[in-house]
């Protein structure tokens, strides 16, 4: 029988942590004490201020209506100063800028205003689970370059211009990464901005999703190199550097023909993000900034933790993540180890293992491009992240 469904759909993958997550509901609604460590999704509420802003403007009774299609002019404006001021992008206008439905949407926009059928584009492995995903959707064929455990999982300038061809449109890294917490430096980005310009036309996307949870003190945006801004997209959100996943609301600073065309886009998919969460955005970007700073400071002391905690299971193997809030170790060493008659083969079972036997579920390092690795969440309380590890632990132990 022919599906109705579309090829695009059949063809398309579920997102690993979402049905992880979804997985760890369903045990909790039968009763099962799960500790759910995959979802990338921070544990605090969205600071005060936001949400007040976001109540005065229901009671200014102004932003009911079709929102501009690019964002309100004020939160553009206010957009632009940050990427001029903090980001020492000095070309970013309100022009430049068009806010969307998070982050995601943002990429999802640039990838369908860009990408033809077979361009290329080249991802930092282990990625970010949507990029591959949403570039073959808009027609486009993902390569990956990967980093490794011994280099902090952050491929290279040399695998870049390796992996170049006539073919590649685009490059899309995560800086600080979703999955490894590693955080490009400024050389290592300039070296990757040395390769870019040698090749006519080819752009970068750089997600700066996790900026504002960065522990080296030190934020590097590729868009603020000489000859960058007209060859680079910047993605960033509110999501988790102000606790505002729900709120559904991101952007992108991008050369103003990109710009015009993910106007265009989004014109047609979504008329523009919610208005009242584009209020709470502006809140959040031009207000007092130490909620987010503390917040950045809570998962510092996580990660703290976790190491400390990790280092003391046997077989896992892990680098320093310096931002985000993850945690990618390496658990070959349980590969075709066995405890109650469950062998582990591969990073999916000792997801599922853990999840089965120790109420705790991770992400499989394979939705990452990485299948000996699984994927810790630490944005949860120092109590649940202790009896996750000690459950970890003794579930571990039980493999021989
Ligand atoms: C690397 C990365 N980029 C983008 C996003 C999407 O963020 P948003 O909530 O703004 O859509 C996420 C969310 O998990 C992410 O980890």
Redesign the pocket.
């Known amino acids: 029988m022919t599906s109705v469904l579309s090829d695009r759909i059949n063809q398309m993958e579920e997102s690993a942590t979402l049905a992880m997550a979804k997985k760890a509901r369903e045990l909790k609604a039968q009763g099962i004490d799960i500790i759910s460590l995959s979802l990338?999704e921070p544990d605090f509420k969205t600071p005060k201020h936001i949400q007040e802003a976001a109540k005065a403007s229901i009671d200014e009774g102004k932003y009911f209506a079709y929102p501009p299609v690019a964002g309100y002019q004020d939160l553009r404006e206010a957009i632009a100063k940050k990427l001029r001021e903090e980001n020492k992008i000095a070309d970013a206008k309100a022009e430049n800028i068009v806010v969307s439905t998070?982050?995601?949407?943002s990429i999802a926009n640039v990838f369908m205003c860009m990408i033809n059928e077979g361009d290329e584009v080249v991802i930092f492995s282990p990625y970010?689970v949507s990029y591959a995903e949403i570039i073959k959707l808009a027609g486009g064929i993902p390569v990956t370059i990967e980093g490794s455990l011994e280099n902090n999982f952050k491929a290279t300038a040399k695998q870049l211009e390796e992996a170049i061809t006539d073919k590649t449109k685009a490059i899309i890294y995560?800086s600080p990464c979703?999955p490894t917490g590693s955080v490009f430096s400024k050389e290592e980005l300039e070296a990757i901005a040395e390769v870019v310009k040698k090749k006519e036309n080819l752009f970068v996307i750089a997600?700066e999703?996790y900026e504002l949870i960065n522990f080296t003190g030190k934020h590097a945006s590729i868009a603020s190199f000489p000859g960058m801004f007209e060859r680079t997209i910047t993605v960033n959100?509110f999501?988790k550097g102000y606790a505002m996943?729900g709120w559904r609301v991101?952007y992108i600073c991008a050369p103003l023909f990109i710009a015009k065309a993910c106007e265009k886009m989004q014109g047609q998919f979504t008329s523009g993000g919610t208005g009242i969460a584009q209020r709470a955005a502006l809140a959040a970007i031009s207000g007092d900034q130490t909620a987010s700073k503390e917040m950045e400071k809570a998962y510092l002391n996580r990660r703290d933790l976790v190491l400390k905690l990790i280092q003391e299971i046997p077989g896992f193997k892990t680098h320093v993540p310096e931002g985000a809030f993850y945690f990618f170790p390496d658990i070959t060493y349980f590969f075709g180890k066995s405890a109650n008659g469950f062998t582990i083969n591969n990073a999916d079972d000792f997801c599922i293992y853990l999840l089965e036997k120790a109420n705790v579920s991770l992400v499989t390092g394979e939705a990452f491009g990485a299948p000996n690795c699984v994927r810790i969440s630490y944005a949860a309380s120092e109590e649940e992240l202790v009896e996750a590890m000690k459950r970890i632990k003794e579930a571990c132990a039980n493999l021989k």
């Not at 998070?102 to 949407?105: D, E, I, L, S, Y």
Request: net charge neutral.
């Open positions: 990338g998070g982050a995601k949407h970010w995560s979703n997600d999703i959100g999501s996943t991101g």
